[in-house]
């Protein structure tokens, strides 16, 4: 079932079940009462990445906060995306952008990757607080998890060998993504996608002598890592994902 775009969402962490009441928090009651200007009886959609999705009411107001009350169930809470996307870190615009569309486009897990071309260390509040927004703005109910930053050497040394591993290689002999992703039989699958430099020359060996790992390319051009991601994800999700 699709999301009510109609309506406005919010996430929130509280038990949801009819009949449940909670005060939203300070950011989102004020953007309730001062930018939408809803009044009391008005209704929204909340959902908390584990109960599915609720209609609530305006119930009340005090000046520091907006009551919910929980009325009705929309739409049932979804299996929690198997999709793992590790990446390297970019400058803080860029990696906005990037967290959003991996959102967007079906990550269940984020995954940043220290890689030797990495030069930003992530911030995990912002990453999780992108998440949710994306998930917020696009009618996503599952909330993706996002661990903390890891080597690429540590992620490839604990790696769950039932998981197919797929890296964009900018060195791949080919421009077509299409025949190594057909290929793939697994169902469990996590992309990597390297830092603005591109992976290092030793990192590229490393990935293509393990079993578990398939490179593919992306196109005849190089693409800007965020722009990577993107592409990436729209090809392995019609190819062997969720399209």
């Keep these: 079932m699709r999301a009510n775009y109609k309506m406005q969402r919010l996430f929130v962490p509280n038990d949801l079940s009819a009949g449940a009441a909670f005060d939203a928090d300070p950011q989102q009651s004020h953007y309730l009462s001062n930018v939408l200007r809803l009044g009391e009886g008005a209704e929204v959609l909340v959902f908390n990445g584990r109960h599915g999705e609720w209609t609530a009411r305006i119930a009340g107001r005090t000046k520091k906060a907006v009551r919910l009350e929980v009325l009705e169930l929309q739409r049932p809470q979804p299996e929690h995306p198997d999709l793992l996307y590790c990446f390297a870190p970019l400058k803080q615009g860029r990696l906005d952008y990037l967290v959003q569309k991996a959102v967007e486009m079906g990550a269940g897990t984020l995954v940043p990757v220290i890689t030797q071309h990495t030069q930003v260390k992530p911030g995990i509040d912002r990453l999780r607080a992108n998440a949710v927004e994306a998930a917020e703005q696009c009618g996503i109910l599952a909330i993706p998890d996002v661990t903390e930053a890891v080597k690429l050497e540590q ?3 604990g790696w769950d060998e039932d998981r197919r591993l797929i890296f964009c290689d900018e060195d791949a002999s080919t421009n077509n993504p299409m025949a190594a992703l057909q290929g793939i039989k697994e169902r469990k699958l996590a992309l990597l ?4 430099g591109g992976f290092s ?7 293509r002598a393990l079993p578990f790992v398939t490179a593919i390319p992306l196109g005849p051009r190089i693409l800007r890592a965020d722009t990577a991601a993107v592409a990436a994800l729209a090809v392995i999700q019609a190819a062997i994902g969720d399209w």
């Design 201 to 207: 020359d030793e990192e590229r060996r490393m990935l």
């Design 155 to 157: 992620l490839l040394a």
């Design 193 to 196: 996608v390297g830092p603005e």
